[in-house]
């Protein structure tokens, strides 16, 4: 049987990867971005791998026209297998300026987004009394990282509406996953100036991904290191944060 799946934030980085390696299996994909020619041309290779795909170019913030977008997807398609809440925005805090306008544009597409895509797919996915909700998350959800107080924040709590949502939905055989990655080779980081520990290209990433979807996996961090890491970064105490930060001149 072809799945059916929407992802959103097919048009670069790890959505993209997800929906070739979907396309490869035959799948019928529900593809969201806003840049409209990147989407096409992801639409392009996604139907020379053998995939079906439906374009939406939108704004995963505005929730009228994403309502309205996956009811009718839903609606050509007959039932939905999946949902990927991939769409995400990275950046820096911007404390110094007085103005609230970059952080509410991470904390709005990073948290709104998701609930504007998920919530719209779980009635039919009641009504069929199966689905699978998949967050894209992070490993910067799991403590505030210097001057990415927004993005973690996002991740964080998308993190823990996906695992709320797991019980919610439960009765329903409804299963939710939550995706966190670490570092991936995608425009996300390209700004970075440091040396990212445990880089992973966007390929390889969305294969363990759909391996861990596969295996129904609650929370899924990856690379593996991260899975070590975070109990410890955890319980770094502030003192060292905050002289690290300033060494660093952050
Ligand atoms: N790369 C990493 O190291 C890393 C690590 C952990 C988690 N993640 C998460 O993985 C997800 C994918 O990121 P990525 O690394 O693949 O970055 P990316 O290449 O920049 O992809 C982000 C995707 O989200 C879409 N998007 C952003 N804002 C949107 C909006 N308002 N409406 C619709 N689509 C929107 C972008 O498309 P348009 O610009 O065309 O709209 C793009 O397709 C994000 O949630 C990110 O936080 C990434």
Redesign the pocket.
């Known amino acids: 049987m072809k799945q059916k799946i929407l992802i ?9 990867a997800l929906a070739y390696a979907y396309a490869k299996q035959g799948a019928v994909l529900g593809l ?4 409209k020619d ?2 096409d041309s992801v639409a392009d290779k996604c139907k020379s791998l053998g995939g079906t795909v439906y374009n939406y170019p ?4 505005d929730q009228t026209i994403i309502k309205f977008t996956i009811q009718n997807f839903i609606d050509d398609i007959n039932n939905i297998d999946m949902v990927i809440a ?5 950046g820096m805090d911007d404390l110094k300026n007085g103005d609230a306008t970059e952080t509410n544009r991470i904390l709005t ?2 948290i709104l ?1 998701i609930s504007n895509t998920v919530i719209p797919c779980i009635p039919k996915m009641i009504e069929q009394q199966r689905g699978h909700v998949v967050v ?1 998350s ?3 959800g799991f403590r505030g990282l210097v001057a990415h107080g927004a993005y973690s924040a996002s ?1 964080a709590a998308i993190r823990i509406m996906a695992d709320s949502w797991r019980y919610s939905l439960s009765h329903y055989n409804i299963q939710v996953t939550n995706i966190c ?4 080779e ?4 390209k700004k970075n100036r440091f040396k990212m520990p445990f880089l992973m290209d ?1 390929d390889t990433a969305a294969m363990k991904i759909l391996s861990a979807v596969e295996k129904r996996k609650k929370c899924y961090i990856f690379p593996w290191q991260w899975k070590i890491l975070l109990p410890l970064i955890k319980v770094i105490p502030d003192w060292l944060i905050k002289w690290g930060s300033t060494k660093a001149n952050i």
Request: aromatic share 2%.
């Open positions: 959103t934030g097919a048009s670069s980085g790890i959505g993209e969201i971005a806003r840049r990147r989407l939108m704004d995963v913030t991939n769409a995400g925005v990275g597409t990073n987004g894209v992070s490993v910067a991740k990655p670490g570092f991936i995608t425009p996300l980081v966007a």
